[in-house]
């Protein structure tokens, strides 16, 4: 039974929220931060039998995990099973040279900065507080409390960023060398008031989109970054003293493996289900200062919808994908057919057979793996 | 009852002039129906009487008015129907024909006009609507008198909706029209002028006793079809069914005659009794040939069988309706199926979709063409797709069409005639201010929304009418649609040369918006044979990923996968690209045409 390796903590809390987020935050609430990290460890007491002793990753993010009242974050810190990598995210706004030294000394291997862009108009679109001097100086605290593994967010597809707006924010992110970059098309929700306030300019934003991924692949390619996930970069092992820069947290989402979330409403997939806690914080902390679980929707997961997953997260890799790891969740059809069109490559024969997108393929993904599932 | 007590008579009119309202105040004034009842029961019987069975409604109502029988026949309203008119009004010996006294004679006024005048009619001309301020009588009755060759002093004025001068018109029936003249003692003959299915009883026949008497349980023939049935019961409408011992000449009547096929009486056919029959049929029978062909096509596929059991259905009370099995490639499998004209086509549709609870996709309609191969062969096309591409000639058929029109109109009319490659006839002036032009026009040029137009570019004073003129030779091409180098059967069109470039263009620049991006560039073509006259390409797709997927993601993500690839199942395969079932939608559906 206990076998998860990975394990996820959402810290919901945000000092303001930005327009275009849909994640589960809540805005200030800073006395409730002490109970809720006092009801995530309660979670994890209870769902404890499910992980290894030693987990391989952490990832403690959010809402601005960066923003818990301080003593409280220290304490869930220090309270989580020890991980070979533990990644937190941050907002560049709230990091000081001292929250870096702590996170530090709380065992934090990994920090994944929420830049997005670094042009003020952008920035501004985006209801993003921090400015790029700001983005900067939270970047050269880490480096100085000897973070030598920052990951730098971008969003791009914000409305009134040209391309060259977008080149100059790879090229503002590249010249800080983060080890790792995570690049995001801006998704508008429809309905909210974001889409609503840039509706015509949104449009505008998603014609542009395949020049932007193209471009942001280039740059980043000549940079010296390898495009190993549809959506991330890391600095290529050879340019990093060999060092695999990868997220191990976020690739063990994309090799379908089992993993627990923690906190409102984090998702936990555990064999053959999956669940996602509600996403409200009073019964939430109700539940769990009487040990009781949390309210939870749960997902059957039968083992040909896991395969499906595991098929489609895995074709956002750069790497061959083991035909027999996802047997009988592929159409054969649709294979040969995408063979044909060199979107897909295949290599060696019966037990040993893997698939992969070519390069052209990697750009379409989502078309090529809406096709191939079965 | 004598024939010179009885008087059989249509109400012809334009729509909206009042017939309606003139039959409604007869029934009231003469059976004591109350106008409430009198709606329920007649105007409402398909829906009221599919209760008790009985799911036909009355060609015939027969009232009583001053010792005489007055046999008030229906007649269809539409110029599909010209035919069905024609035995309709054969089944009379006269005919009110009413003109609404603010609108004045409009086109269906005058066809039905020179209808009852072909078929011998008396005509007793009648302008309704007096009360209406903005009528104008003294004008209305010029023109009417001058239409029918009669003096303007003997055109009654009533206003049906308030009963003013009804009973005149009563009076004027029996005064004006002459008693039939069959001959009582020959061998029964009775005109067929209409008929209807019931679920229960079959196919009831609504006919004109001309010569002798019928009785029940007599065996019947038809002697133009041959068909043989048993007179299961007689009787008239009054206004319900009401059952009788016997028909005899000069009366009307209906006959159930327990066969389960309208297609089996038809229209214009001659009853006779088996055991002494008679030697001639009436004449007049001719067999309708519809002239106008589309496309049905469930749009769930899983509603073909719906769709075949409606067609079914609607063929026992329709016998001009014909259809088969069409498959397409587009659109699936469905039927192209033969109206006579448009509004026959629109009523099929609307039945289809109202009373079948059908959702339907209608092609946009073409005409029969008659094609000669180089073979020297000829065949009736009644499908693009069917086209040969080999052929010497095409022959196209002819309407003759009058529009009338206040004169300020005049040039618009002429404008779109000729757009629509008519040939100018001749223009009469009916009044000072109304006009008549008389047109020829291909029966292809409106069957798509020439009568919209009509009516838009003459702010709706226009009125139109048209007669079938024959078939002439048209200088036409089939314009064919490649998607990917593939050619697209249910997207053919025949169409006039000098239109086929712009209706290429508009064809591929239509596809092209609606076939959404594949992973290589799709070329959409338009050719004539092998000659193509517009290309576009939907270019391929260079990005189609979501940024993110974390753990939190993947449901929703996966889910967004299954449902594009259940889409896909749905598009149409032509060769390697995928077309939305939309994208054949917008160009072939009817609606969308007339856009």
Known sequence: MSHVRHLYVHLPFCAYRCGYCDFVTLVGRRGDHGSYAAAVLSELELERPLLTTELETIFVGGGTPTYLERDALTGLLAALPPASELTIEANPETVTRELADGLRRAGVTRVSLGAQSFQPHLLEVLDRHATPDIVRRAFYHLRDASFDNISLDLIYGIPGQSTADLERDLEAAVALQPEHLSLYELEAKPGTRFTHAHGEELGRQAEAMEDYLERVVDVLRSAGYRWYETANFCLEASRAGGRDLRSLHNLAYWRGRDYLGLGIGAVSTVSDRRWQNAPRLRPYLEALAERRRPPREVEPLPPEVRLRERAMLGLRLDQPLLLASVDGALDGQALRRLERLALVERHGEDGGATIELTERGRFVGDAVAAELIA | MPQERIRNFSIIAH???????LADRILELTDTVSGRDMREQVLDSMELERERGITIKAQAVRVEWKGHQLNLIDTPGHVDFTYEVSRSLQACEGAVLVVDAAQGVEAQTVANAYLAIENDLDLLPVLNKIDLPQANPDAVAAEVAELI???????????????????????????????????????????????????????????????????????????AQGTRFEAEELGFFAPTMTPTGMLEAGEVGYVVTGLKDVSRLRVGDTLTVEARPAEAPLPGYKEVKPMVFAGLFPTDSDDYPDLRDALDRLKLNDA?????????????????????????????????????????????????????????????????SDMPNEIERVDEPYIKASVIVPKQWVGAVMELCNERRGRFDHMEYLSEERVVLIYELPLAEIVLDFYDQLKSRTRGYASFDYDLAGYREGDLVRVDVLIGGESVDALSLVIHRDSAYARGRALVDRLREEIPRQFFDVPIQAAIGSRI?????????????????????????????????????????????????????AVLNLDEAKR
């Open chain 2, 15 to 21: 729509i909206d002039h009042g017939k309606s309202t």
């Open chain 2, 149 to 223: 060759g009669d003096d303007a002093a003997n055109v009654l004025r009533i206003s049906a909706k308030t009963g003013e001068g009804v009973a005149d018109v009563l009076d004027a029936i029996i005064e004006r029209f002459p008693a039939p003249a069959g001959q009582s003692e020959a061998p029964a003959r009775a005109l067929v002028f209409d008929s209807a299915y019931d679920q229960y009883r079959g196919v009831v026949a609504f006919v004109r006793v001309v010569d002798g008497i019928f009785r029940p349980r007599e065996r019947l023939r038809a002697m």
């Open chain 2, 320 to 384: 001009a309706l014909v259809y088969e099995p069409e498959t397409s490639q587009a659109l699936g499998f469905g039927f192209r199926c033969g109206f006579l004209g448009l509004l026959h086509m629109e009523i099929v549709r609307e039945r289809l979709e109202r009373e079948f609870d059908l959702d339907l996709l209608v092609t946009a309609p073409n005409v029969a063409y008659v094609v000669v191969s180089k073979a020297g062969e000829e065949v009736e096309v009644h499908s693009p």
């Open chain 2, 533 to 585: 006259i517009a290309r576009e390409t939907v270019k391929a797709k260079r990005k189609d990923v979501l940024a993110k997927c974390y753990g939190g993601d993947i449901t929703r993500k996966r889910k967004l996968l299954e449902k594009q690839k259940a889409g896909k199942k749905r598009m149409k395969q032509v060769g390697a690209v995928e077309v939305p079932q939309e994208a054949f939608l």
